[in-house]
């Protein structure tokens, strides 16, 4: 079904036309010119976001600086944990990894050089940030970021532990953003004793980042890895992670948009 | 016609035309955003319950059942649905073949550390065959036991797997699961 716009004209023209006298002087024309007034200052309301969104594709029309994304346990397909966070930098492949910052809330940041080449040619990551994270207390962080379009780079942690003989236990835990919204990941509690009998502990914390709800894998996707000593319970460990996590991430209260 | 009055129905049409304009302006549908994330209800957990069984079905056959719809659920990597089979707060232990030193278990704790076992190392083996066999099932009120052979592919594991469930709501679902209790074979 069409609509037809001269038929459509007409009608708004016989409701109208009832209004304005056959022979309106200049007195009758006022409201009409005050109704006309009122809607030409709207009009701008009307189409300013519309011509924002335009101008700036892919950016959520957030009222803040935070940059909207989908988080997730799996790349899979959706689990009952996918959410939306609000994020004080860019995570996704349109920008560079490197945007986030090296300053944490406490924490402070080194990049630290990939020096295992096999990680490079087995994963072949469109982006791969690998950072060491410290706080004046003491205790340091691992964070680890990969970007890519396929689901080559995204081997899951605890399948490389295995594959390096680490023992490991695995589970979730969700980090509390806000009163309403928590983001929830994967936990691995790794060890491993080496030929010298050093036990080697890890605590490893991660999720998926998606730009968008698609979840396209050309779109790209960003796995957000944490990796730690331990620091007294796993529990305790993750609450350290979780501290980091809430200086770059919030509670996201609206929805992102979809790309153009 | 005078002067005055073809100014006014020019007006007119101008003041007509202007309106509807403006009118479609504020009914300019919004930009089209996302379709919302279909909300991923917590899975529920239905167990026996989600398999229509008949009404006369015997614990014993529930059980059993549950167990064949796991198998035959992971061949078909039906994520979603083998998640209705799991209680909440279940586990999964691989025993590393010495069922008597727990120490080296390796645990996945909850549902969602069972979801990603399947997703990420059940199913990347596409197993053509997951089925239970030689089950010795145990009733304890509203708990049992199964010990139970399983083959996934050529793997076969006699004796191998212990499953626990637990009848919630008239419903049988599984607590746990300890597979590799089988001694190492040299």
Redesign the interface.
Known sequence: MTTNPTT??EL??QR??PT?PA??GPTT?LP?YF??AV??F??PF??L??LQ?RLTPGVPPSTTADHIY?AD??F???????THVAANAYFDLAHDLNNVPLDVGQWHGVDVEENNQEVMILLEPEQYIQRLYQRESGEYIWLSMIGGRSSQPFH?P??CYDADGW??????YPIALDEEHSL?G?WLEANKTTESGETLEHVVFYFYLFP???RKLSDGIVLFKLTSGRHGTVEETLTLHADFIRNLFFGAPT????PS | MTQHQLR?RL??TL??????W??A??T?PP????????I????HVLGSCALALPAETTDEEAITKVLQAEGEWVVQQE?DLLMQLWNRGATIVDAKHTEADTT?D?????K??I???Y???VFPGAPAVAAPKDLAITLDGVHATVTATTQIGNEVSPGGDRWQLSKVENCWVIDRLTYNLESQQN
Not at chain 2, 106 to 110: A, F, K, N, S, T
Request: glycine letters at 2%.
């Open positions: 459509n004209t708004s023209g109208v036309q304005v022979e309106a024309k009409h109704v006309l809607l030409v709207a009009l009307v189409y976001p519309q969104m989908v346990l799996d899979w397909r959706r689990t009952e944990r996918e899951a605890d399948i023992q490991y236990n695995l589970g979730s929830f994967l968008n709800e698609t929805l992102p948009t979809q | 006014t007006h007119r003041t007509t035309v202007t309106l509807v403006l009118t302006a504020c300019v930009t089209p955003t996302a379709e919302p994330t279909p991923v209800q917590e899975s994520i080296d390796q645990q996945w704790l909850d969602d550390a979801r990603h076992r997703v990420r190392t």
